[in-house]
């Protein structure tokens, strides 16, 4: 493989990343502690896109080498995984009169709770979308490039959405009142913003968001009950890098995450006897690096625990 064919790899892997990380950040941001559940959330996603495909079916004509039918499915498990959050919110998060450290810890036992439902309904194998593998896409080959349009579509579908997320927090006026309550909850209650209908649509928002990315996650690889749980710490180091709470910081920790992961390969090439093996450890050791010199995260200042 070529350094390109790496950088390109890490660009769709990282796009996924970045999925993950803004639902996480957004959710942290709103409700106040880190959802440990989130990574079998974007599992719920990638499922429920498997089964609505099934019954779609390749319908329609194709975008990027993948049917209509599919990102009808997308759409179907990004509701999913949005609504499956907001059930699990509201009967077991908010009922509970503990603080953030108590609802991680819940959170962590919600977790195994969707990971047995979905291993109860579709086993423990691995599953693959009902989509012919494509070729590399001809117009790259000369530059060493080994992609095809299913990664362009993983590539460009999360574009969409980052754009789509940044104009609904920049330019609307849910946008305004979840970057109030996520700078000073208190003051924006005191404000008139009714900030138990800013926190149910930033778990829509965000486990929405986690189930686009277990969807294309499931395109990249396979579908595996514990594909969401593998990634997670990746997706929390990537929160983390950016700064903590901050969703634009999700973004760029994401992308630096992912392109780590992806071309660790390199340093064998160098000399350096580590393998795509140690990816992640090598993320996480440029991570706290990283932490050293800027301990707020790549976002800077404003990822003090709040701040969208």
Do not use: C
Request: aromatic share 10%.
């Amino acid at each position: 493989m070529s350094v390109l064919e790496f950088a390109a790899n890490g660009v769709v892997y990282s796009s996924i990343i970045v999925l993950a990380s803004i639902g996480l950040s957004l959710i942290y941001s709103i409700a106040g502690f880190a959802n440990f559940a989130h990574g079998d959330t974007m599992t719920v996603g990638a499922y429920a896109t498997l089964v609505a495909f099934g019954l779609i079916g390749g319908v329609g004509f194709t975008v990027l080498g993948l049917p209509l039918g599919f990102f009808a499915a997308v759409g179907v498990g990004i509701v999913a995984a949005a609504a499956v959050a907001v059930v699990t919110q509201r009967l077991v998060y908010d009922p509970l009169d503990v603080g953030s450290i108590g609802l991680l810890i819940t959170s962590i036992g919600v977790a195994f709770v969707y990971r047995a439902l979905i291993q109860m309904g579709f086993g423990a194998d691995a599953i693959r979308y009902d989509i012919a593998s494509l070729r590399p896409i001809e117009g790259l080959l000369p530059y060493g490039i080994r992609i095809t349009y299913h990664d362009l579509a993983t590539v460009v579908s999360a574009a969409v959405l980052v754009v789509g997320l940044h104009v609904l927090l920049q330019h609307t006026d849910l946008g305004r009142k979840m970057r109030a309550m996520a700078d000073n909850p208190d003051l924006a209650r005191v404000s008139g913003i009714r900030t138990y209908r800013v926190k149910l649509w930033s778990w829509i928002i965000g486990a929405g968001l986690a189930g686009a990315g277990g969807a294309f996650l499931g395109l990249f690889n396979q579908l595996l009950p514990r594909m969401g749980f593998n990634l997670l710490l990746v997706v929390f180091a990537a929160v983390i890098l950016g700064g903590i709470g901050s969703v634009y910081g999700a973004v760029l920790g994401g992308f630096l995450i992912g392109m780590v992961v992806e071309m660790t390969p390199l340093l064998s090439r160098a000399g350096i006897p580590i393998g795509i093996e140690y990816a992640e450890a090598v993320a996480f050791l440029i991570m706290v690096v990283i932490l050293l010199v800027r301990p707020n995260g790549i976002a800077g200042d404003n990822a003090d625990g709040g701040g969208v």
